[in-house]
């Protein structure tokens, strides 16, 4: 109410002009998210899959165009600095093609089902999961067996890809937990704060992807494509890609999207929620009785 009195002196253009530049409240996030999560739950399995196939194709590109820079770079110190971002690609793509990525739908999912607590919202969360998981996971096999071709790029970028490959696969199971939980913890706060970043969106993604590329964190979907190039390369096997890259990864990346974001930032406004739409079915009750008073005050058609 203070903020309103204070742009009382504003005209209409300018009021408008105010609005535009200003960054949205918690709530207002929390909302547009939450709904974009009712979309997708919404979605049909058949549309979720093939947008998940492309994502995780898409996020392949992260990975290769890492590789093509670290390949195009001397080999000093700081060349891993500079080849980080080119792990930002994929990521660039999936959020301004508005591809299904399983790592955002630890928030955008999460939300609905924090905010409504019912075992309908549980399961359509695990079978959103599942089906944009699959899909991911199988554009970025697609992906590392299109890049694993014989001949397809300069002999020098073929051991680029071989290092990251390795990277991918930590040998210690806590170790890649860890870094995954960082790394869901990243980029699901990369999707709360693209709804109040405006044109800003690619450089939000650059920025947030490119930490986590320089501190070498544990994304599921981008990982995978590093991993299962490994796997296809000979230098890992399916075991590897399973129980050292796999497994500690997905749950680390659920962990750290859901406890740091989803849960800590739902907390925040949890009271501001509850006291709206208290509010609101309060006042679905008040014309509730409004139409059965006016439907009972109405004369009786007599014969």
């Not at 913890?185 to 709360?192: E, F, G, S, T």
């Not at 450089?203 to 995978?224: K, R």
């Not at 009785?289 to 439907?295: D, E, K, P, Q």
């Amino acid at each position: 109410m203070a903020e309103d009195n204070q742009l009382q002196h504003l005209d209409d253009g300018e009021l408008r002009l105010a609005e535009r530049h200003s960054v949205p409240d918690a709530f207002l996030i929390h909302e547009i998210i939450r709904h974009e999560g009712e979309e997708e739950l919404a979605r049909k399995p058949g549309a979720l899959a093939l947008s998940g196939l492309a994502a995780g194709l898409s996020m392949g590109f992260s990975f290769l165009t890492q590789a093509l820079l670290t390949a195009g770079l001397p080999d000093t110190p700081w060349r891993h600095t500079l080849a980080s971002f080119g792990y930002a690609v994929g990521f660039i793509i999936v959020v301004l093609a508005r591809q299904q990525l399983f790592t955002e739908s630890t928030l955008t999912a999460i939300l609905p089902l924090i905010t409504r607590r019912d075992r309908a919202t549980l399961l359509g969360v695990l079978k959103l999961w599942g089906v944009v998981l699959t899909a991911n996971i199988a554009g970025t096999w697609i992906f590392a067996v299109l890049v694993h071709a014989p001949g397809l790029f300069p002999p020098a970028v073929t051991p680029a890809l071989q290092e990251m490959a390795r990277a991918a696969i930590h040998p210690g199971f806590a170790g890649t937990f860890v870094r995954a939980f960082f790394a869901g913890w990243l980029i699901a706060l990369m999707v709360w704060i693209l709804p109040s970043a405006s044109t800003s969106r690619p450089l939000i993604v650059l920025l947030i992807t490119y930490v986590v590329a320089l501190a070498q964190l544990s994304h599921i979907i981008a990982g995978s494509a590093e991993a299962a190039y490994g796997v296809l390369a000979g230098s890992a096997t399916l075991y590897d890609y399973a129980a050292h890259f796999f497994a500690p990864t997905i749950l680390g990346n659920i962990t750290g999207g859901i406890v740091m974001v989803s849960v800590l930032n739902h907390g925040a406004i949890k009271p501001e929620i509850e006291e709206r739409l208290g509010e609101g079915e309060r006042q679905e009750r008040r014309n509730a009785n409004l139409r059965a008073t006016s439907r009972a005050g109405k004369p009786k058609a007599g014969r």
